[in-house]
């Protein structure tokens, strides 16, 4: 079964500056689909971006944008010029695109703080 | 957003209440899905619909039951809980298929007392 660990349960960053969230996953498939998910305070899941493994190309949207370094099985996030609005739980999962699945593995999640 | 509502927000029962929660979505999707996310755990998948027919159950309790009558609409009947039961649940839905990202309802708050 596939897993999704995310060794940072808290994280805090500078308004302006940049943060790196950690991912990894385990897996023995060769063809799946990453997410980085943010949750606020308001409890909304919204989806903040989406890297497909046979893509080799990083996965960018504004200021996100993912290392994913599919040998190692890493998947982090990288919020630039952070905003006080970033702040939320940050969760990274995994789907699989075997046998039709739809079922997403989830990671405990990143709770991020941005300090103005 | 108010592509996926729940109602309602806030839900608190007794062990021996029966309720439900409904979702519905305004999106055209045609995949519903229930989660549960407890404190300090990842978010479980619960059960998964597809054009209104159950495709995935993950091992839930019997005292969870879900219904599905339309594409847009979904509830998840409660009853004889337990207090490990309380959690946030969330609905979510897509266009189907394993492509389509998901998306999410602002969740209920349940307290099983």
């Known amino acids: 079964a596939q897993t999704v660990t995310q060794s940072q349960p808290e994280m805090s960053v500078q308004e302006a500056e940049t943060v790196t969230l950690s991912c990894t996953y385990d897996?023995?498939?060769?063809?799946?689909?990453l997410f980085w998910y943010k949750q606020p305070p308001s409890r909304q899941m919204i989806l903040v971006i989406r890297?497909?493994?046979?893509?080799?190309q990083n996965a960018t949207e504004n200021r996100f944008s993912v290392n994913f370094q599919k040998a190692a099985k890493s998947f982090s996030l990288k919020i630039s010029d952070s905003q006080l609005g970033d702040a939320a739980m940050y969760f990274c999962?995994?789907?699989?695109?075997?046998?039709?699945?739809?079922?997403?593995?989830f990671g405990k999640g990143t709770k991020l703080t941005v300090n103005p | 957003e108010t592509g996926v509502t729940q109602t309602p927000r806030h839900l608190v029962m007794g062990m021996t209440n029966k309720k439900s929660l409904k979702c519905e979505q305004h999106?055209?999707?045609?995949?519903m899905y229930w989660y549960k996310q407890s404190a300090k755990k990842p978010l479980e998948l619960m059960f998964v619909?597809?054009?209104?027919?159950?495709?995935e159950n993950n091992s839930v309790p019997s005292r969870f039951s879900p219904e599905c009558p339309n594409s847009s609409h979904l509830f998840l009947h409660l009853h004889t809980l337990q207090p490990e039961d309380s959690a946030l649940y969330l609905c979510?839905?897509?266009?189907?298929?394993?492509?389509?990202?998901?998306?999410f309802g602002p969740g209920t708050r349940l307290l099983v007392l």
């Open positions: 979510a839905s897509s266009r189907g298929g394993e492509r389509e990202t998901q998306y």
């Open positions: 897996t023995s498939e060769s063809d799946y689909y």
């Open positions: 890297q497909e493994a046979y893509k080799q």
């Open positions: 999962a995994y789907r699989s695109r075997q046998g039709g699945s739809e079922k997403l593995v």
């Open positions: 999106l055209g999707h045609n995949a």
């Open positions: 619909y597809n054009f209104k027919e159950q495709t």
